[in-house]
């Protein structure tokens, strides 16, 4: 019996050591050293107490920065499940060359955020640019928009692209629940005299809310967590327009060394983010205690 519990384990073992090298270590290092003064420069650090969270929630700064992640967030969640799901509901209706759209339409989430971000940052750039160049032939445009450098287009750059980025995943993963939809409740629908409207909203909504629900999670977690493409494109700029949090404490843990204070924000981040999750799974569960009646 006992030989059979250390197989067990032996089996249990690696996954135990990378999830706490990478999940629980990081964590529990920022919760502690949120509470000290540690700083790159100096090796030896003290506890201080709550006084990097009360310096983080007086810098003007850090709330400015917030501001951003929430419209980043909203903004390009609510993109990516618009032109996802219509993307998914066009694809359940096409019968010829299915598989060749779904392919050319999943190549963004194919490729890794580097190239997406260097491949952009070429085409919009405001000198040499290919887009900027063929807007100003093409006598759209008497000069060469500055879609990187104007603050509120730079923004708005990059949520068209994170968009364009994240919306293949929302894509396959609808259309995935949408195959799963019983034909026959469409028919017992179109013969009860519903139109396309009322069956996609009592057969179709019902079936796939569950799936839908579990990507706004997941999306509204990694989107508010994106570091590598704002901070690829624009790096945050021009003059902190496209600054989030996640850019927010890097600079402050990497560009003034404060660790210690770089670690509050990210653990109240992860408290946020926590919230929101607990708001977002409330909602879930109470439409699963709905489904089960």
């Known amino acids: 019996?006992?030989?059979?519990?250390?197989?067990?384990?032996?089996?249990?073992?690696?996954?135990?050591?990378?999830?706490?090298?990478?999940?629980?270590?990081?964590?529990c290092s920022s919760v502690v050293y949120s509470f000290?003064?540690?700083?790159?420069?100096?090796?030896?650090?003290?506890?201080?107490g709550f006084k990097n969270y009360a310096e983080v929630l007086k810098d003007a700064g850090f709330w400015l920065s917030f501001i951003h992640s929430l419209k980043w967030t909203v903004l390009s969640l609510a993109g990516q499940i618009v032109v996802g799901f219509t993307a998914a509901l066009a694809l359940k209706r096409i019968k010829v060359c299915k598989g060749l759209y779904k392919t050319l339409l999943i190549i963004p989430w194919a490729f890794p955020s580097i190239v997406i971000a260097f491949s952009w940052k070429w085409i919009l750039n405001g000198v040499y640019?290919?887009?900027?160049?063929?807007?100003?032939?093409?006598?759209?445009?008497?000069?060469?928009?500055?879609?990187?450098?104007?603050?509120?287009?730079?923004?708005?750059?990059?949520?068209?692209?994170?968009i364009w980025f994240g919306a293949p995943m929302i894509m396959v993963n609808v259309l995935s629940a949408l195959e799963t939809v019983p034909k026959d409740q469409y028919e017992a629908a179109q013969i009860d005299g519903a139109r396309p409207w009322q069956s996609f909203y009592y057969v179709t909504v019902p079936h796939i809310k569950m799936v839908v629900g579990l990507l706004v999670v997941l999306r509204t977690v990694w989107i508010f967590n994106n570091f590598d493409l704002i901070y690829l494109i624009t790096g945050g700029g021009p003059a902190g327009t496209t600054q989030t949090i996640p850019l927010y404490a890097y600079n402050m843990g990497w560009s003034t060394k404060l660790i210690g204070r770089s670690s509050a924000v990210t653990v109240l981040l992860f408290i946020f983010l926590m919230l929101i999750c607990g708001i977002y799974f409330a909602v879930i569960n109470k439409w699963e205690r709905e489904d089960s009646k």
């Open 36 to 48: 000290t003064n540690k700083n790159l420069i100096k090796p030896a650090y003290r506890f201080i």
């Open 1 to 27: 019996m006992g030989k059979k519990n250390y197989t067990r384990w032996m089996f249990v073992l690696p996954a135990i050591i990378i999830v706490i090298a990478l999940f629980i270590y990081p964590i």
């Open 129 to 162: 640019g290919f887009l900027p160049n063929i807007l100003i032939k093409l006598g759209i445009c008497q000069t060469a928009p500055q879609f990187l450098t104007s603050g509120t287009m730079a923004f708005i750059t990059l949520v068209m692209i994170n």
